[in-house]
T-cell receptor, first 113, second 114 residues
């Protein structure tokens, strides 16, 4: 039981490049989330998926897209990376909703130059 | 604006002492409050939660206290150990808001002195 896994762990992009962050969970959770974490700020929700087949915008969705590929996988795509997207990205999952225990992945540290 | 905050960004305590981490919230309608722990280089880890109809909840070596009168939440860690060194986040949740209803605070860095 690996919990929540994320790839890659580190990534450096040039402005304008695109990439996809991968996330998978093996706990059969319905809900999955993408957050970003910036210094001096709390976790901010980018997108979430309450169940397979649904996705919704969070607090900071601009510049991102997501895909809930199946119940296990939830990917985050940056179509044209900008320096403002330099951050640590966390994927999380929960069984019954955001206020219940969320399980977080180890994070992806992204730098956009 | 920021509706969840912490009184102290850094808290240093001696190993074996008790730690108290504080959190203020501004939305009196919030239904749930949650504490997460984040060790360096790792993702946050759930510690304990409390519903708004409760004043206190205890876990293993941790106690969360909720004072709705002054909109204050605290996490008490008993007999702190080196492994307790981490950043601790509080979060509040407003029912009906979907995943957007969860707001995280900035975090308090707990340092355990030997």
């Amino acid at each position: 039981n690996a919990g929540v896994t994320q790839t890659p762990k580190f990534q450096v992009l040039k402005t304008g490049q695109s990439m996809t962050l991968q996330c998978a969970q093996d706990m059969n959770h319905n809900s999955m989330y993408w957050y970003r974490q910036d210094p001096g700020m709390g976790l901010r929700l980018i997108y979430y998926s309450a169940s397979e087949g649904t996705t919704d915008k969070g607090e900071v969705p601009n510049g991102y897209n997501v895909s809930r590929l199946n119940k296990r996988e939830f990917s985050l795509r940056l179509e044209s990376a900008a320096p403002s997207q330099t951050s640590v990205y966390f994927c999380a999952s929960s069984n019954r909703g955001p206020y219940h225990e969320q399980y977080f992945g180890p994070g992806t540290r992204l730098t956009v130059t | 604006g920021e509706s969840v905050g912490l009184h102290l960004p850094t808290l240093s305590v001696q190993e074996g002492d008790n730690s108290i981490i504080n959190c203020a919230y501004s939305n009196s309608a919030s239904d749930y409050f949650i504490w997460y722990k984040q060790e360096s280089g790792k993702g946050p880890q759930f510690i304990i939660d409390i519903r708004s109809n409760m004043d206190k909840r205890q876990g293993q070596r941790v106690t969360v206290l909720l004072n709705k009168t002054v909109k204050h939440l605290s996490l008490q860690i008993a007999a702190t150990q080196p492994g307790d060194s981490a950043v601790y986040f509080c979060a509040e949740y407003l029912a009906g808001g979907g995943a957007d209803g969860l707001t995280f605070g900035k975090g308090t860095h707990l340092i355990i002195q030997p």
